[in-house]
């Protein structure tokens, strides 16, 4: 492959895992919600969560190896796993490298989340919320489309839907969470009488 090949399959991949991974949130915050899509069983949005995120995961992947076996800017293996450490664009680097650090702690918890237990899955699996942004930034800092229309577009579309569907979650949690006490009370209400 050339120099120039790779340059363009990067700057591919890397908006495919923007893309990917933002559905993986949107999917992430209906498994959580217990929503139904349209034509699947509700355990199908769970299995479309997980595959999409094994997908999202194999493109992260490529973005990590073209951009590793790309001879035009040096980017090692220690660059790729300790943060901010690179001779090239350190912050932005270092930004990505954040990102797939926290992914990579999603991903193994996922893995073994029989043997760890919900609680602790659920509280390493909170980390793809803060895996996000940091990787966005480091899209927008470091990728040569940054201002290119379609870029723009794409990231203005993602940001709004990972923000909605924080939103949406956010207030989901806070009515469910003023409805749990007064259901609480009723239930023991109801056993006095």
Known sequence: ????????????????????????????????????????????????????????????????????????????????????VADYEPLWLGLGTVALDLMLAVLITSLLRARLGHRTWRAVHWLAYASWPIALLHGIGIGTDTGADWMTWLTITCVATVVTASGIRVVHTARATRRTPAALLRTAEGARS
């Open 1 to 84: 492959m050339t120099s120039e090949t790779l340059w363009y399959a990067n700057r591919a991949t890397g908006a495919v895992c923007l893309t990917l991974f933002t559905l993986v949130i949107l999917l992430g915050t209906a498994v959580r919600l217990r929503t139904k899509l349209p034509g699947l069983p509700r355990f199908g949005t769970a299995s479309l969560h997980r595959t999409l995120s094994l997908s999202a995961t194999a493109f992260l992947a490529l973005h990590i190896t073209f951009a590793v076996i790309d001879t035009y800017v040096n980017i090692t293996l220690t660059d790729v796993l300790v943060p901010f």
